[in-house]
């Protein structure tokens, strides 16, 4: 039982790159998410799911699209990297409602420059 | 809108000292979860804790301890007799029913214990 993995750990990208990051679930929740950490800001919310074939923009969406295809994948797409999205990314899934704890993947340190 | 606010920026303790971190909370839902992550140097996000809107009792893990008063919208979290390994980050968050789960983080308490 793995959890919540992502792909990859870390990546620099050039401005105006894109990229795709890759969060795999193997706990079997309908819910998935996108975070941002920054130095001094917590963790803010891009992008969330609450099942397979569902998207929706949380506090921080610009610049950020996601899908998801299967239940246990949710992918995080950049399509013109900016210096501004250099930051730590968080993947996160919980089983269904508010009551149910978040489950954290390791996280992927991205940078642009 | 929800807001969490960890006005401790950054401790620092002697090891065996107590240390408490702050965190209040604001929000106008009556149903409401409130949880705290711990983080250590590794970088990974670990959950401690989750409590609901209604079930006020104090809980006691271990060393660790948590205080949660509605009348001070306040949910803080003690450590006993601190440990090197207790250095980290903590995040309070806070989640409301309905509108995807999302949780709003605070922006955490570092937390440095020294020999």
């Known amino acids: 039982n793995a959890g919540v993995t992502q792909t990859p750990k870390f990546r620099v990208l050039k401005t105006g790159q894109s990229m795709t990051l890759l969060c795999a679930q193997d706990?079997?929740?309908?819910?998935m998410y996108w975070y941002r950490q920054d130095p001094g800001m917590g963790l803010r919310l891009i992008h969330y799911s609450v099942g397979e074939g569902t998207t929706a923009k949380g506090e921080v969406p610009d610049g950020y699209n996601v899908s998801r295809l299967k239940k246990q994948n949710f992918l995080l797409g950049l399509e013109s990297a900016a210096p501004s999205q250099t930051s730590v990314y968080f993947c996160a899934s919980s089983y269904l409602s508010g009551r149910d704890t978040q489950y954290f993947g390791p996280g992927t340190r991205l940078t642009v420059l | 809108a929800q807001k969490v606010t960890q006005a401790q920026t950054e401790i620092s303790v002697v090891e065996k000292e107590d240390v408490t971190l702050d965190c209040v909370y604001e929000t106008r839902d009556t149903t409401y979860y409130l949880f705290w992550y711990k983080q250590p140097p590794s970088g990974e996000l670990v959950f401690l804790i989750r409590?609901?809107?209604?079930?006020?009792q104090n809980e006691i893990s271990g060393r660790y301890s948590w205080n949660f008063q509605k009348s001070t919208s306040s949910f803080n979290f003690t450590i006993t007799a601190s440990q090197v390994v207790d250095s980290a980050v903590y995040f309070c968050a806070l989640s409301v029913e309905g509108g995807g789960n999302k949780l709003t983080f605070g922006t955490g308490t570092q937390l440095k214990v020294e020999l």
């Open positions: 706990m079997n929740h309908e819910y």
């Open positions: 409590r609901n809107s209604f079930d006020e």
